[in-house]
């Protein structure tokens, strides 16, 4: 079983930093590609960020300059660190990890906050 466990969500102002992770685990060979995403409520679900095997990575238009993802292979684990937040990045964020064969997996998510 692979489970994707995301942490570090939280109620922070606005212009604040929140650095969030998405712990890895279980029964896989490797991953392709690790991404971020997010959805407010009454909104679809949006890519934030994403990062692949090879250390390519990208970026939603709204997130560059002040959003970094990365990722530590050896502990299965993708991080996501967001500077300078505004009351827009308030959603609940995912961590999503696709493999090699084709499967797509999901954490639960955790809530952001920004206030005004």
């Known amino acids: 079983q692979v489970q994707l466990v995301e942490s570090g969500g939280g109620l922070v102002q606005a212009g604040g930093s929140l650095s969030l992770s998405c712990a890895v685990s279980g029964n896989i060979f490797s991953f392709g590609a690790m991404g971020w995403y997010r959805q407010a409520p009454g909104k679809q679900r949006e890519l934030v960020a994403r990062?692949?095997?090879?250390?390519?990575?990208n970026y939603a238009d709204s997130v560059k300059g002040r959003f970094t993802i990365s990722r530590d292979n050896a502990n299965n684990t993708l991080y996501l660190q967001m500077n300078s937040l505004k009351p827009e990045d308030t959603a609940v964020y995912y961590c999503?990890?696709?493999?090699?064969?084709?499967?797509?997996?999901w954490g639960r998510g955790t809530q952001v906050t920004v206030s005004s």
């Open positions: 990062v692949f095997s090879g250390g390519d990575t």
């Open positions: 999503r990890a696709d493999d090699r064969f084709g499967r797509v997996f």
